[in-house]
């Protein structure tokens, strides 16, 4: 039986677009070296995408860094697959893993893609079981501030990740201070001494925060001495 999507005719479907693709296995689509050269391109090394991440403007290097940030998301892979139709191709911004299952996400100025257009790429990846969503580049501006703070997290605990830094005793440690009190100042959990740049114990924060296991509010302003910092219920 034809698997229609909800909302849309049979005959509808007569006017979708249909991609020639291999086995929609996603992986991160090459970038040619012309592109690198002249697109706005920023390459990051990730914690929820283990190689380096590149991404082909500066919406998209937030959105990353907002997935990092999303306790929902488990991984994510850039510009994960190319699809060929009409002569053209398309490359979608970004394949999630995510609580609900696996989700293609493309960053539009709209709500509505031009090429390919919105109905085909719902009907494709339905067929695929992979949800489709359209993240307008307003609303991943909109939280600039959250994804830059979120920055420098990701960049101390990929350079960790490298080189196999063993946290489990300070996160411990941490953890346990706030077990007695659930709340408190960064410079009373750890103290600047305890906690220089590179330390086991900003590490160990670092992955706390990245694990929801602590919690800190990093949409106005950066970490900081004075942040306070809370244990996750």
Known sequence: MMN??????????????????NPLVPAQQETPLKD???KDCYLQQCVKYPLVAVFHSYAQFLYGLLLEADAQVAHFIP?????SAQRREYTPHCYVIDQEGQKVVDLSTNDSLSWPDRASLDDFFHQAGIRYHVVAYDSVMA????ALNWLPIVQVLAAAR?????TSREERDMLARLLAEPSQSLRRLVG????????????????LIHQHKVSAD???????????????T
Do not use: M
């Open 4 to 21: 229609i999507p909800v909302g849309l005719a049979p005959l509808d479907r007569l006017k979708l677009i249909h991609f020639d693709a």
């Open 218 to 232: 990093l949409a106005h302003r950066p970490l900081d001495w004075d942040t306070e910092v809370q244990l996750c």
């Open 79 to 83: 510009h994960p697959f190319r699809l």
């Open 192 to 207: 600047a001494r305890r906690a220089p740049p590179g330390s086991g114990y900003e590490v160990g924060l670092y992955r």
């Open 162 to 166: 490298t080189y196999g830094l063993d």
């Open 143 to 146: 939280r600039e501030t959250e």
């Open 36 to 38: 690198l050269r002249k």
